[in-house]
């Protein structure tokens, strides 16, 4: 460990540079974690361990010595007993600063009374300045009245106008209240129409809706004929084979009493 001048080249030059690399690194290793960046993990590991490292390096950093400035002020020394920084010897020996001062103020004639008075005139400037400030708020408050004033003058002008523009309005629904109540007999009257044009329409569904069940009736019947006459066309085809076998039997009793009568005339 080099030393130039008294200072340390680790812990004066070096470091304060690994200060603000570290830093860096661990800056950049957050960025990583909290962006999800790939490799987030790793670089927070290597901020934060180099971080650790820094501070691991900082706890043997020495500490600077304080410089005594009681050698360059011995006034500041704990056990100091001499002179102050002015010596006394100089001031006694010279002329008096207040004596100058007093010598002055008799030469300028200022007497105890005229200082006197000096105050009663600045404490009467000092009440003259605050009223004068009463004064401006005074006026500033004129000027927001006025202001105001001159607003509610402009509303109150919109209020008129909105009124004349509501009486037009009344009038004119005064003037239409005929047509209103014509129309509103018109209604009354369209509305007795729908109520006699519902009941017959009503009525023609009731008697729709009869028609329609004595047609569904009749189709019933009509499809139980159908059956029962489904059912006599399958006994008339048996009725009808029963016929023909029976004139088959009589075809062969009639041949069987040909021949015995061929026989006994024989």
């Given at each position: 460990?080099?030393?130039?001048?008294?200072?340390?080249?680790?812990f004066?030059v070096?470091?304060?540079?690994?200060?603000?690399?570290?830093?860096?690194?661990?800056?950049?290793?957050?960025?990583?974690?909290?962006?999800?960046?790939?490799?987030?993990?790793?670089?927070?590991?290597?901020?934060?361990?180099?971080?650790?490292?820094?501070?691991f390096?900082?706890?043997?950093?020495?500490?600077?010595?304080?410089?005594?400035?009681?050698?360059?002020?011995?006034?500041?020394?704990?056990?100091?007993?001499?002179?102050?920084i002015?010596?006394?010897?100089?001031?006694?020996?010279?002329?008096?600063?207040t004596?100058?001062?007093?010598?002055?103020m008799?030469?300028?004639?200022?007497?105890?009374?005229?200082?006197?008075?000096?105050?009663?005139?600045?404490?009467?400037?000092?009440?003259?300045?605050?009223?004068?400030?009463?004064?401006?708020?005074?006026?500033?408050?004129?000027?927001?009245?006025?202001?105001?004033?001159?607003?509610?003058?402009?509303?109150?002008?919109?209020?008129?106008?909105?009124?004349?523009?509501?009486?037009?309005?009344?009038?004119?629904?005064?003037?239409?209240?005929?047509?209103?109540?014509?129309y509103?007999?018109?209604?009354?009257?369209?509305?007795?129409?729908?109520?006699?044009?519902?009941?017959?329409?009503?009525?023609?569904?009731?008697?729709?809706?009869?028609?329609?069940?004595a047609?569904?009736k009749?189709?019933?019947n009509?499809?139980?004929?159908?059956?029962?006459?489904?059912?006599?066309?399958?006994?008339?085809?048996?009725?009808?084979?029963?016929?023909?076998?029976l004139?088959?039997?009589?075809?062969?009793?009639?041949?069987?009493?040909?021949?015995?009568?061929?026989?006994?005339?024989?």
């Open positions: 460990m080099s030393k130039a001048k008294g200072r340390s080249f680790l004066d070096l470091m304060p540079k690994i200060y603000g690399i570290g830093a860096a690194v661990v800056i950049v290793g957050a960025l990583f974690k909290i962006q999800h960046w790939p490799l987030a993990d790793l670089m927070l590991i290597l901020g934060l361990s180099t971080e650790a490292i820094i501070f390096l900082s706890a043997f950093q020495p500490q600077h010595a304080e410089p005594d400035w009681a050698r360059v002020y011995p006034q500041l020394a704990d056990d100091y007993t001499g002179q102050g002015v010596p006394a010897g100089a001031v006694a020996g010279g002329p008096s600063v004596g100058k001062l007093d010598e002055m008799r030469n300028a004639d200022i007497t105890p009374e005229t200082i006197n008075q000096l105050g009663l005139g600045l404490n009467r400037l000092s009440e003259t300045a605050a009223s004068m400030a009463d004064m401006s708020n005074a006026t500033a408050a004129t000027e927001e009245y006025t202001t105001r004033v001159r607003a509610a003058a402009g509303q109150l002008d919109k209020i008129n106008s909105a009124y004349a523009t509501t009486a037009d309005a009344i009038a004119q629904m005064a003037v239409s209240a005929t047509d209103a109540q014509e509103h007999n018109q209604i009354q009257g369209m509305t007795r129409n729908l109520g006699a044009l519902n009941a017959v329409y009503e009525m023609e569904l009731q008697d729709a809706n009869n028609h329609l069940k047609m569904n009749f189709y019933g009509l499809s139980m004929a159908m059956e029962n006459l489904t059912d006599a066309s399958k006994d008339t085809e048996q009725f009808k084979q029963e016929v023909s076998r004139t088959q039997n009589l075809h062969s009793l009639n041949t069987v009493y040909g021949n015995m009568l061929s026989a006994m005339k024989g």
